[in-house]
Structure formats: C-alpha cells, structure tokens
C-alpha cells in the first residue's frame, strides 16, 4: 500500500433526496426544500500529519438549509445516508467518512441507512463538518467519493 505521499482525494456530493428508512420515517406527508452549501466536498491532499493524526478533516462547514413547503413550517427530522458502501471501490467503508454538527464533539460514522441529524420546525440552517479516516496501512492511493444523501421528514 502506498504512504501518505502516494496520494487520496476525497471527493463528496451531497444532494437532497426522496427516500424514507426505518430511522426517518415521515408521520405525515409533506415536502420540504432543501439547499446543500458547498454542493461538493473535496478534501485537502493528506500529509504525512494527517496519516499519523488518523483523520483529515474538510476545512469548511457544509449548511444544509432547511424550508419546509407549508404555510407556518412544520416539524422536521434531517437524514443523511450514503448510497455506496464504500467510498470508491477501493475497499474503503463508507464509516471512513464521519460527520457531526458544528457544535458537537462527537463524530458519527456514515452510514448507508438514513441516520438522524437534526429536528426542527420552520426554516433552518443546519450546520456539519466533515472528517475522513486515515490509514498507513489500509488506504490505497487513488481518488475515492461518495454521494451524500440529505432528507428532510415532516413530522
């Protein structure tokens, strides 16, 4: 396997999307519009300080606006999934990538169900960062991305 020199990009898009799962699951129907900023993530080159840290994370965060489609707002839940399992086909788990909301300290690996991000009512900025798992050992170089699915729930 290659070191850090050897090189990985990260690439992620996030879009809002329609599907339901059993964590997020809509009580009542309804839309809501949402607005991903920036739309794509791309992550610094990793140094060597990033291999031994075990994680490079995304310089910015990403805010997901959230604006419900009915007269007054209405209760929501904020999901985020990834379709792929695997962040590129290089056997890289889509966990790799974590995420957490600006003022969280905890990190919470990506996963391909619907996970809870936030809950709400009316129009809302919710902000997230971003971190990808670094390996010596484990990582090949080459250039690995995935596709951030971002629902919101009328609840």
Not at 5 to 27: K, R, W, Y
Not at 65 to 77: C, E, I
């Amino acid at each position: 396997m290659g070191g850090p020199a050897a090189g990985i990009l990260l690439t992620l898009l996030a879009l809002p999307a329609g599907a339901s799962a059993q964590a997020c699951v809509a009580s009542q129907p309804g839309s809501h519009r949402l607005v991903v900023r920036p739309a794509a993530i791309a992550f610094s080159q990793p140094g060597v300080a990033d291999f031994e840290a075990g994680w490079i994370e995304f310089s910015q965060n990403v805010r997901v606006r959230v604006r419900p489609n009915l007269p007054g707002g209405s209760n929501w839940t904020l999901c985020l999934r990834s379709d792929n399992p695997d962040l590129g086909g290089y056997g890289k788990a889509v966990g790799d990538l974590e995420w957490r909301l600006n003022n969280d300290p905890g990190w919470r690996p990506l996963d391909t169900v619907d996970q809870a991000v936030a809950t709400g009512r009316g129009n809302r900025n919710v902000r997230l960062r971003f971190r990808v798992l670094l390996s010596y050992a484990l990582d090949e170089p080459g250039a690995y991305g995935a596709l951030l699915a971002f629902t919101a729930y009328r609840q």
